[in-house]
C-alpha cells in the first residue's frame, strides 16, 4: 500500500497569512494526489485533484504543487473559514490512502 | 445540485450486522463510480470501498475484506454497503462519495485506465459498535 505522510500535524496561522501544507508518499503517484478540507463536524470537501486543479468555484487562494512523491497545498491570505483540518490522498492505486491530516489552527 | 443522503447506521454489538444505504440524486448516479469512505471518532479518514458505475470493478480495504459488501442499484439511484462479522474498530461516521474518474494516458493498459478523485461527499450516518 502507499503510504501519505502529511506535515504538520497542527499549523497555527493568522488571518490573512499564507500557509503551506507538506504531503509525501511512499512511492511515486505521478501527480494523482487530491486534499480536502474538512470543518468541524462537518463532511470533507474536495480542495485540489491531481496535484494542482482545483474544482469549479472554489476560490483561487488555494493551490496544490508537486510531483512523483512530493505535494504541497498552499493557502494565500487565510480567511476566517479556512481554520479547518487538511487531508492528503493519493488515487494512483488502491487501496486509495490518507495522510493523517493537518489541523490549521488560529494563532 | 449532487445530494448524497446516508442512512442506516446506528447502534449494533460486536458481531452483528448493518447495511448502509445512500440516496443519490442531481446527477446521473449510473454513470459514476462510487465509494464509502469512513472516519473513526477523532480520527482520520480512511477509503474502505469502491464501485465501478457498472458494478464490474470493486475494491475493498484489507481492514474489511471479507466483511462488508458494496453494492449499487443505478435503477434507484442507490449505493449499498453491507457490514457483517462487526467490530469495535468499524465504530465511525461513514461517508457516501461520488467518485469522478480521469482517464491516464500513460498507463499503457487495456482496458484504459482510470484514476478516481472523489469529488463529492454526503454528510455521513454514524455507525458505533459496542455492547
Known amino acids: 500500500d502507499i503510504q501519505m505522510t502529511q506535515s504538520p500535524s497542527t499549523l497555527s496561522a493568522s488571518v490573512g497569512d499564507s500557509v503551506t501544507i507538506s504531503c509525501r508518499a511512499s512511492?511515486?503517484?505521478?501527480?494523482?494526489v487530491a486534499w480536502y478540507q474538512q470543518q468541524p463536524g462537518k463532511a470533507p470537501k474536495l480542495l485540489v485533484y491531481q496535484t494542482s486543479t482545483l474544482p469549479g468555484g472554489l476560490p483561487s487562494r488555494f493551490s496544490g504543487s508537486g510531483s512523483k512523491t512530493a505535494f504541497t497545498l498552499t493557502i494565500s491570505g487565510l480567511q476566517p473559514d479556512d481554520f479547518a483540518t487538511y487531508f492528503c490522498q493519493q488515487f494512483k492505486s488502491f487501496p486509495y490512502t490518507f495522510g493523517q491530516g493537518t489541523k490549521l489552527e488560529i494563532k | 445540485e449532487v445530494q448524497l443522503v446516508e442512512f442506516g447506521g446506528g447502534l449494533v454489538q460486536p458481531g452483528g450486522s448493518l447495511r448502509l444505504s445512500c440516496a443519490a440524486s442531481g446527477f446521473t448516479f449510473s454513470a459514476y463510480s462510487m465509494a464509502w469512505v469512513r472516519q473513526a471518532p477523532g480520527k482520520g479518514l480512511e477509503w474502505v470501498s469502491y464501485?465501478?458505475?457498472?458494478?464490474?470493478?470493486?475494491h475493498y480495504a484489507a481492514s474489511v475484506k471479507g466483511r462488508f459488501t458494496i453494492s449499487r442499484d443505478n435503477a434507484k439511484n442507490s449505493l449499498l454497503l453491507q457490514m457483517d462479522s462487526l467490530r469495535e474498530e468499524d465504530t465511525a461516521v461513514y461517508y457516501c462519495?461520488?467518485?469522478?474518474?480521469?482517464?491516464?494516458?500513460?498507463?499503457?493498459?487495456?482496458?484504459?485506465?482510470?484514476?478516481?478523485?472523489?469529488?463529492?461527499w454526503g454528510n455521513g450516518t454514524t455507525v458505533t459498535v459496542s455492547s
Open positions: 464501485i465501478t458505475s457498472a458494478s464490474d470493478t470493486i
Open positions: 512511492q511515486d503517484i505521478s501527480g494523482w
Open positions: 462519495v461520488q467518485g469522478r474518474g480521469i482517464y491516464d494516458p500513460y498507463a499503457g493498459t487495456s482496458p484504459p485506465t482510470y484514476h478516481y478523485y472523489l469529488e463529492v
